[in-house]
């Protein structure tokens, strides 16, 4: 089972290793360890966003804003029941397209992919990353924030290449 720590949400929020092939950010998170995604940054965002959620009260989540808050919402959102969350909240859902990055090359398909390949639960955890000024980070400033923090960088580009390389060789 893996357990989420609301410290790395505390540390995705906070502001801010060179770019890697598939194979090396696919074995990083069976390790546990946190990859950066990129990909290209003209592209519309066409995932499907579902309801907000936040966990419910019996399970500790107040505001649902908190890291602890979203960290618990994010676990019942994986393994609860539809009764342990409640709506609207702070937490969006997204599902990926079936078939992941080789029909659509989205975050949402990127992180499902990655997780399966890696032999874990085919899920995860999408944010933002914010600079210190408040905008949004892009690939310079990415790559960047993963050498500061020790974090692999790699694309969706590179892991719909692999993906296909293996859909290829079966």
């Known amino acids: ?14 502001p ?25 940054e003209n592209r ?13 009260p019996t399970h500790g989540v107040t505001t649902g804003i908190s890291a602890f808050d979203r960290a618990t919402t994010i676990a019942l959102a994986l393994s609860g029941t539809t009764d342990d969350l409640q709506r609207p909240g702070h937490v969006f859902l997204l599902v990926a397209r079936r078939g992941g990055l080789l029909v659509r090359n989205g975050h949402t398909e990127a992180s499902v992919d990655l ?8 899920a995860g955890v999408i944010v933002e990353i914010i600079g210190e000024h408040g905008h949004l980070q892009r690939l310079d400033s990415l790559v960047d924030f993963a050498r500061t923090h020790g ?3 790699s694309s969706i580009e590179k892991l719909q290449a692999h993906l296909f390389a293996q859909k290829r060789a079966s």
């Open 16 to 40: 801010g290793t060179a770019l890697c092939e598939a194979p090396e950010a696919i074995a990083a998170i069976a390790r546990g360890e946190m990859v950066v995604v990129v990909d290209d």
């Open 1 to 14: 089972m893996t357990v989420l720590e609301s410290g790395s949400l505390i540390f995705v929020d906070e």
């Open 44 to 56: 519309e965002n066409g995932g499907d966003l579902t309801v907000s959620v936040d966990g419910t």
């Open 151 to 153: 974090l692999r960088i």
């Open 115 to 122: 997780a399966r390949l890696a032999g874990c639960r085919p």
